[in-house]
T-cell receptor, first 109, second 113 residues
Framework: RKEVEQDPGPFNVPEGATVAFNCTYSNSASQSFFWYRQDCRKEPKLLMSVYSSGNEDGRFTAQLNRASQYISLLIRDSKLSDSATYLCVVVEYGNKLVFGAGTILRVKS | EAGVTQFPSHSVIEKGQTVTLRCDPISGHDNLYWYRRVMGKEIKFLLHFVKESKQDESGMPNNRFLAERTGGTYSTLKVQPAELEDSGVYFC???????????FGQGTRLTVV
């Protein structure tokens, strides 16, 4: 079993749609969680942190459920520029990042 | 302020040759990490430096890989001799001590033929 599991997609959605990505992790001792965004042939960039209380940044909302070891990302009013791969990331001891394989989002006009 | 920079951006070498990748972290970032993404797989941790000391090298695939960070500034990752399965994108990341937010370089795309 992978440490961080994500639905690879691709998710093909029209502009303006709401889309949700899910992620599960296996290490119950993990303490920090993030969503990163990676554009084609570019480096991963931090999108947002994920907390049990939820974290909202504009059109993006991230949520953590520790009991279920489940992380989500909701994107509202999708834009063409949101097209990218979204990486679920769990931080382990020593600030080591453990990545999911990523979920591909394609927003079409 | 300059971000994390990596050199070269691309490298194509023959099996059995040696390649050295370089990473310059953000100034003042004591944490430096190497990660790798091979085709079709997730990004995986290779190792972690705190200043010049190796904190965790549990992700290094085998002894053909050697990472150094002399003086606690830039780091090099040498692959000798390279094998076909070493092909992939090698990312470097840095962060401040006590801060989990890591900043990534643009990566080095290594192709072993």
């Amino acid at each position: 079993r992978k440490e961080v599991e994500q639905d690879p997609g691709p998710f093909n959605v029209p502009e303006g749609a709401t889309v949700a990505f899910n992620c599960t992790y296996s290490n119950s001792a993990s303490q920090s969680f993030f969503w990163y965004r990676q554009d084609c042939r570019k480096e991963p960039k931090l999108l947002m942190s994920v907390y049990s209380s939820g974290n909202e940044d504009g059109r993006f909302t991230a949520q953590l459920n520790r009991a279920s070891q489940y992380i989500s990302l909701l994107i509202r009013d999708s834009k063409l520029s949101d097209s990218a791969t979204y990486l679920c990331v769990v931080v382990e001891y020593g600030n080591k990042l453990v990545f999911g394989a990523g979920t591909i989002l394609r927003v079409k006009s | 302020e300059a971000g994390v920079t990596q050199f070269p951006s691309h490298s194509v070498i023959e099996k059995g040759q040696t390649v050295t990748l370089r990473c310059d972290p953000i100034s003042g970032h004591d944490n430096l990490y190497w990660y790798r993404r091979v085709m079709g797989k997730e990004i995986k941790f290779l190792l972690h430096f705190v200043k010049e000391s190796k904190q965790d090298e549990s992700g290094m695939p085998n002894n053909r890989f050697l990472a150094e960070r002399t003086g606690g500034t830039y780091s090099t990752l040498k692959v000798q001799p390279a094998e076909l399965e070493d092909s992939g994108v090698y990312f470097c990341a840095s962060s401040q001590v006590g801060n989990t937010e890591a900043f990534f370089g643009q990566g080095t795309r290594l192709t072993v033929v």
